[in-house]
């Protein structure tokens, strides 16, 4: 985790920037991301992703003023708009399938700032040799 | 449903078996998963996630016990554990690994007994 004097130096460098600005900011830092060794995606794939990174980068620029309709809810984000919003992740995911099948939509709780990040703490298993 | 331990871990490993559903109705397995409550997250082998024809929905990261991270794929599907379905779990798709994981996520929704000494897992959902 970052510590807290690196974070209040991000965030008063942030402070002085415009939304646009701050969107630049978020694709060149998610641009700058080292590929991890081992995932091999196809140019199919890899458009898909790169299609929701800059999805998400923009609803996370994105101020608290424009997330409040949406408060406790989940949004669909596509070409930079929100194309629909439900309570239910998993009724807004069959709609947006319905509608968007082959398209790159962002389902994402709308409160959220940054990409979720989780834990396993289990160390890798081995199996017994044979 | 009671399954047994896996034993080709060791020391063995609670699991169970359990069907990865998409909301439009297709679906795999029944499929082996071990149970992790150390895990935030569900974690599944990309292989069943492209069986469905599932898309990821957004994207995030993965923490290891070390500290380690790494960028990873979410996913939406409906989990089958025993006779409780349920619906709109996120999951991790996992590129390297070809272990199923139930993690905390879906744990958190079942009644567990892990009976070590006797190398059995039951299942039930209330």
Redesign the interface.
């Known amino acids: 985790m970052l510590e807290e004097t690196t974070l209040t130096t991000i965030r008063n460098l942030v402070a002085r920037l415009t939304p646009a600005e701050r969107l630049e900011l978020i694709r060149t830092i998610v641009d700058s991301a080292p590929i991890q060794s081992g995932q091999t995606h196809t140019p199919t794939e890899d458009v898909w992703r790169t299609q929701l990174a800059d999805e998400a980068a923009y609803w996370y620029a994105r101020s608290a003023a424009e997330r409040v309709p949406y408060a406790g809810q989940y949004v669909a984000v596509f070409k930079h708009t929100v194309v629909d919003h439900d309570l239910d992740r998993r009724a807004l995911y069959v709609r947006v399938r319905q509608c968007w099948p082959d398209s790159p939509v962002l389902l994402i709780e709308a409160t959220t700032q940054q990409p979720p990040e989780f834990t396993v703490l289990s160390p890798l298993r081995e199996r017994v040799k044979p | 449903m009671t399954a047994p331990y896996d ?4 020391p063995p ?1 609670p699991a169970v078996e359990v069907m990865l559903r998409l ?2 109705g297709d679906r795999v397995g029944p499929l082996h998963a ?1 149970i ?1 409550t ?4 569900t ?1 599944v082998p990309i292989s069943a996630l492209t069986r469905l024809s599932l ?11 070390w500290g380690e ?6 996913y ?1 599907l ?1 989990i089958q554990v025993a006779d409780l379905t349920l ?2 779990v ?1 999951v ?1 798709g996992d ?2 690994g070809d ?1 199923l ?1 139930l ?1 905390r996520n879906v744990l958190n929704k079942l009644i567990l007994l892990l009976d070590g000494p006797a190398l059995i897992t039951t299942v039930s959902s209330h």
Do not use: K, N
Request: charged share 30%.
């Open positions: 034993q080709t871990y060791s490993l909301p439009e071990i992790d150390g895990a935030d997250a974690i898309r990821p929905f957004q994207s995030g990261f993965l923490r290891s016990a991270r790494r960028s990873i794929d979410l939406l409906d619906p709109g996120e991790i590129e390297v272990e994981i993690g």
